[in-house]
């Protein structure tokens, strides 16, 4: 069979996503906070096929640059009021029957039981289309609204994370697949047999299980991450089943993707069922003058100072100590290293200043941009997919609904006459959308080998 590329759809419940521009546009709703626009994108990525909505969350209003909130909400920057996207993926999954729904959720800031208890709920509720986006947390300010002074050091995030995982998957699978009988004659509802303890006490959490509900339709939600430094990259080649990337270079996606492959491989995974989805937003118009028209619309809503403030969210360090109209300095920072260092590979090769990068990064946090008629578009995406720099892509949008709307009436049907994506959907679930395998064989190999009941 031809190999077709995924696509997804990146949300934030708040008014801004990667685009701090979005919430400016005058295409834009404004209700970020009631159903009916979330219940509407759903629906526009289910028509065109897509196979998820990928919710991005973060759990602090942004402080880090210059210690001062007033400006983050007072220009509307990322993070600065969002609601909860659990809740929003179950009131999406109860509008839609095909489109899987991606949740971010912390391994520094939730119990494994708490996680694998809602994930197992929503998994039920949307009879098997959910994904879990497995973050570490990114700040201080994180830190301080769950009641700890300081973040954990980066490194150490990822070594309570591997615990975390490990201990959610054994609490998914305590329950065997054929455990509820519901056998109104006999009155017997479950088979206690095939239920079953999972007794774990490490050294960051315990829990004595089991998960208090049956095994959900996809076992447990497929597992996304985006691992960009060197402990993210082992640990979403370890563990995830879609990976979302950054990075605005072919040059640099194309690496990031044989890197990624090549560390499934080293932890006895099948690579194919490791998927990369680097991320763009598309500007789509008639000619290729007006997409770039429609771009420059957009662009020019970009503030400087709104990317920095998220620029300083998303790697916990306070940029207004520096120079706006110097280059980016090489500095240490404990949050998205992978991030930064995209940032600071920019700075050198287009010799761009730290105000540059804000307005960069206000334009969609240093995403690529994809313009043109639907047919460049396609061009673009197809030239990025069969040149190894992706399986899938992220959609991100300029203005919502707009940018999904315009992409699936005019690029999908483009890709689809390119035999690169489905006409419909095959499957029901997003594990059958991702092509994925067995829950069980796409775990690392000696977690396969542990005795996690992991039943058939």
Same mark, same amino acid.
């Given at each position: 069979?031809?190999? +077709? ?20 546009? $005058? ?18 990525? &289910? ?14 209003? $942004? ?5 001062? +909130?007033?400006?983050?909400?007072? @220009?509307?920057? +990322? ?16 509008? *839609? ?29 949307? =009879? ?7 973050? /570490? ?19 150490? =995030?990822?070594? %309570?994370?591997? &615990? ?16 509820? /009988? ?25 829990? %004595? ?5 049956? @095994? ?65 937003? $598309? ?31 998303? /790697? ?19 949050? *998205? ?11 050198? =090769? ?31 995406? &197809?030239?990025?997919? =069969? ?28 890709? @689809?006459? %390119? ?8 499957? *029901? ?28």
């Amino acid at each position: 069979m031809t190999r +077709q590329l995924h696509l997804g759809g990146f949300l934030i419940a708040s008014p801004v996503t990667h685009s701090h521009a979005a919430w400016r546009h $005058p295409g834009s709703e404004t209700d970020y906070f009631g159903p009916d626009h979330y219940h509407r994108i759903g629906r526009i990525l &289910e028509r065109g096929t897509f196979d998820f909505a990928f919710f991005a969350d973060l759990l602090a209003a $942004p402080v880090r640059f210059g210690g001062d +909130q007033s400006e983050p909400f007072r @220009r509307g920057t +990322q993070a600065a009021a969002t609601i909860d996207p659990s809740l929003v993926a179950a009131s999406i999954g109860a509008v *839609t029957t095909r489109l899987g729904i991606a949740v971010t959720k912390s391994t520094t800031y939730f119990h494994p039981y708490e996680l694998a208890r809602v994930f197992g709920s929503l998994d039920h509720l949307t =009879r098997g289309r959910i994904a879990w986006n497995i973050v /570490t947390s990114l700040s201080q300010a994180e830190a301080q609204n769950f009641g700890f002074d300081e973040h954990v050091a980066h490194d150490e =995030r990822y070594t %309570r994370a591997e &615990e975390f995982v490990s201990t959610a998957i054994k609490l998914w699978s305590s329950w065997d697949a054929d455990a509820v /009988t519901a056998d109104k004659a006999t009155g017997v509802w479950a088979d206690p047999s095939k239920i079953h303890t999972v007794d774990h006490a490490g050294d960051h959490y315990r829990t %004595r299980g089991p998960l208090n509900q049956p @095994r959900s339709p996809q076992h447990r939600p497929v597992l996304i991450q985006a691992g960009s430094s060197d402990t993210g990259r082992n640990f979403a080649a370890r563990w995830a089943e879609a990976i979302f990337e950054i990075d605005p270079t072919p040059e640099g996606r194309k690496a990031y993707y044989d890197d990624v492959k090549s560390r499934a491989s080293n932890f006895g995974r099948n690579p194919d069922h490791v998927k990369v989805f680097p991320s763009f937003i $598309p500007f789509i118009g008639e000619t290729e003058s007006i997409a770039r028209e429609k771009q420059a619309f957009h662009n020019e809503l970009a503030d400087p100072i709104s990317g920095l403030i998220t620029l300083s969210v998303h /790697t916990d360090h306070d940029f207004s100590q520096y120079d706006l109209d110097a280059p980016v300095e090489d500095v240490v920072v404990s949050g *998205t290293q992978g991030l930064f260092d995209v940032a600071r590979r920019l700075s050198q =090769r287009d010799s761009l200043t730290l105000r540059d990068i804000g307005k960069l990064y206000a334009q969609g946090v240093l995403l690529p941009q994809f313009v043109g008629a639907a047919s460049d578009v396609a061009d673009q995406i &197809e030239e990025s997919f =069969r040149g190894g720099e992706a399986d899938g892509f992220i959609v991100s949008s300029a203005q919502a609904p707009g940018t999904f709307n315009e992409f699936v009436d005019y690029v999908v049907p483009e890709l @689809r006459r %390119r035999g690169l994506f489905r006409t419909e959907y095959e499957g *029901t679930t997003l594990r059958e959308h991702l092509g994925l395998g067995d829950p069980h064989d796409d775990l690392p190999a000696d977690i396969r080998g542990e005795e996690i009941r992991l039943g058939a």
